[in-house]
């Protein structure tokens, strides 16, 4: 059955609904996902959201920002996510986030490359936190509907314009949603990649359809790996240990206990350290001891990776737990500018399958709920201001659905576009890439 809607979000992570939220209550809003919608990557997150906690610490947010990405970061990006920080923690503790505070003050975590705390947290399950309070806000919302278990299979276009999608219901059925904007919410592409920290079902659809349909694209190479996740020899998504964890203290150790190196350095390198390692050593993983933090510290902050690790048989209170590097993030995606809008008109692209630029090379912990948030308003800023002069055109000729009958066959060749994209850009930038370590 076909439907209507004024905006069309794809994706129900932290850009997908913040982006919802922003919308009056007389615009009609639908919302797909392929799964439950609160399966996405946004749940995950562990250590927390970055914020600009005075201005005395611009000139190094900005800095370890750039720094962490090669400085191939587009700093106009970057100097609106960090100068929105405030406002959007602010506008999520209005929605009810509750971030942990030291007696009524907000507290602050650190994470690899930064140079002070500077990450509002709430315990290891920051991502719970945002956006469970962000569904709760957006189920209570009467123009905004969720559609679960809702696959876009392809856009509808008139050849310039974005006029809605194709979508497999959670039945099976086909069926088109026609819209007058649409934005892609669609996260990363972890699910293409034998071990990440994604979902299995995020696999950069996104990228796959922007690339049919000629939508440009970004540093689609641009993958980054995390160092530390838990070794383990059960199939599937892999338990990221947070880099606050060595924020507050943990070591890496190799195969004879000795440290190896500075654990708070970008993600990249510290990757790198520690693959080199696990060849010197011919082991699959490293060690990391929280023998510095106190247990105390360890039950209160991280209550989640404690109790997976006890899980897997490791206890972290008492031994080192081992560790292994996992695809993680995607930093590339499809090219928008500040206000998230892509080269197709209007279709608008936000969080983790956008790139504005604000991560360069390689992302900066905890800077990516918070620039999936702010850009994510602002696009949804920019579609207000056109919603009321935009009608509805005729879609029916524009779409012959036979070509969608064989899902299985479309999945396997949107899978195969992306990865052979990446191939492309990495040959692009021989020499100069540092994803080698395919996961
Ligand atoms: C384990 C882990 C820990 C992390 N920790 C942090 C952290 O501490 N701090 C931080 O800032 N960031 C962290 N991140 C990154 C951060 O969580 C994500 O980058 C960010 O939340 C991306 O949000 P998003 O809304 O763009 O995408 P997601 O939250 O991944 O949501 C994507 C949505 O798109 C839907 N979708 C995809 N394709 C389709 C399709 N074809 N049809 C319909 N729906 C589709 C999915 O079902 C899902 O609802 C972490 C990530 C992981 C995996």
Same mark, same amino acid.
């Given at each position: ?290 023998? =510095? /933090?106190?247990? $105390? *510290? %360890? &039950? ?11 899980? !897997? #048989? ?101 899978? =195969? /576009?992306?990865? $052979? *994209? %990446? &191939? ?11 994803? !080698? #370590?395919?996961?």
């Amino acid at each position: 059955m076909a439907k209507r809607t004024d905006v069309l979000i794809v994706g129900t992570g932290a850009a997908g609904l913040f982006c919802a939220l922003q919308f009056s209550k007389q615009t009609d809003v639908l919302m797909i996902t392929k799964e439950d919608a609160d399966k996405s990557d946004s749940y995950l997150a562990q250590g927390g959201m970055c914020m600009l906690r005075d201005e005395e610490d611009y000139e190094k947010y900005f800095e370890d920002t750039m720094r962490a990405g090669h400085y191939e970061n587009n700093k106009a990006s970057v100097e609106v996510m960090i100068r929105s920080s405030r406002d959007i923690a602010q506008e999520l503790i209005d929605y009810g986030v509750d971030f942990n505070r030291n007696g009524g003050e907000l507290a602050f975590t650190r994470e690899g490359g930064h140079s002070r705390p500077r990450i509002l947290f709430h315990e290891d399950a920051t991502g719970r936190e945002i956006t469970g309070t962000l569904l709760e806000n957006v189920r209570e919302r009467e123009n905004i509907a969720i559609l679960e278990h809702a696959t876009m299979l392809d856009i509808i276009t008139d050849g310039k314009k974005c006029c809605g999608i194709v979508v497999q219901g959670a039945d099976g059925e086909l069926c088109t949603v026609q819209a007058k904007y649409t934005v892609f919410a669609c996260g990363g592409l972890g699910g293409l990649f034998q071990h990440s920290t994604n979902f299995r079902h995020i696999t950069g659809d996104a990228i796959a359809i922007a690339k049919c349909h000629n939508i440009e694209l970004e540093h689609v190479d641009y993958i980054q790996i995390h160092p530390t996740t838990l070794y383990s020899e059960r199939p599937g998504r892999r338990f990221l240990i947070s880099e606050s964890v060595r924020g507050e203290g943990a070591v890496l150790l190799n195969k004879k206990k000795e440290r190896f190196c500075d654990e708070l350095l970008p993600r990249d390198i510290v990757t790198a350290e520690i693959k080199k390692q696990m060849e010197i050593d011919n082991m699959p993983y490293v060690w990391l001891s929280m023998e =510095k /933090i106190p247990k $105390e *510290e %360890i &039950e209160s902050h991280f209550p989640n990776i404690l109790k997976q690790c006890l899980e !897997e #048989g490791y206890d972290p209170t008492k031994e080192c737990i081992p560790v292994v590097p996992a695809q993680h993030y995607f930093m590339g995606g499809i090219k928008v500018n500040l206000f998230s809008r892509t080269s197709m008109e209007h279709l608008y692209a936000v969080g983790e399958t956008a790139c504005n630029g604000v991560h360069g090379k390689n992302r900066l912990a905890s800077n990516s709920l918070l620039e999936s948030m702010v850009f994510a308003k602002r696009a949804a800023s920019e579609i207000m201001k056109g919603i009321s002069e935009t009608g509805f055109i005729r879609i029916d000729n524009l779409v012959s659905m036979e070509q969608y009958l064989d899902v299985e066959g479309l999945k396997a060749k949107y899978k =195969k /576009i992306v990865l $052979e *994209e %990446i &191939e492309r850009e990495r040959k692009g930038h021989e020499g100069t890439s540092d994803i !080698e #370590g395919k996961c």
